[in-house]
């Protein structure tokens, strides 16, 4: 089982990323796919989740109207639209697996990716 984070980058405030997960090795036909991220010293943070099936989302409050999840059933690949990005966005993000239903919590994901690093300047 693999998921495989990339499309980190530097940017500048104000400025947009999209981020990838592609998922390999299984079906996650009926899990949850989450993005999580951690800056230097700090917890890992919920940042949001879809439903494979069906679609809903569910997002962390840091990033609520600026974030947006999506998926790519056919290419078993999830997506982390992220606009108006702010210093405070700086992290490396990870993408991860739960069979829950829209979970927020760390240890609810059982499958997780490599991070992928954006940061953002001011």
């Known amino acids: 089982v693999q998921l495989q984070a990339s499309g980190g980058g530097l940017v500048q405030a104000g400025g947009s990323l999209r981020l990838s997960c592609a998922a390999s090795?299984?079906?996650?036909?009926?899990?949850?796919m989450g993005w999580f991220r951690q800056a230097p010293g700090k917890e890992r943070e919920f940042v949001g989740v879809?439903?494979?099936?069906?679609?809903?989302?569910r997002y962390g409050d840091s990033v609520k109207g600026r974030f947006t999840i999506s998926k790519d059933n056919a290419k078993n690949t999830m997506y982390l639209q992220m606009n108006s990005l702010k210093p405070e966005d700086t992290a490396a993000y990870y993408c991860?697996?739960?069979?829950?239903?829209?979970?927020?919590?760390?240890?609810?994901?059982?499958?997780w990716g490599q991070g992928t690093q954006v940061t953002v300047s001011s």
């Open positions: 991860a697996a739960s069979p829950s239903i829209l979970p927020t919590a760390v240890g609810a994901y059982d499958y």
């Open positions: 090795g299984r079906t996650f036909s009926r899990y949850a």
């Open positions: 879809i439903m494979w099936i069906g679609g809903n989302t």
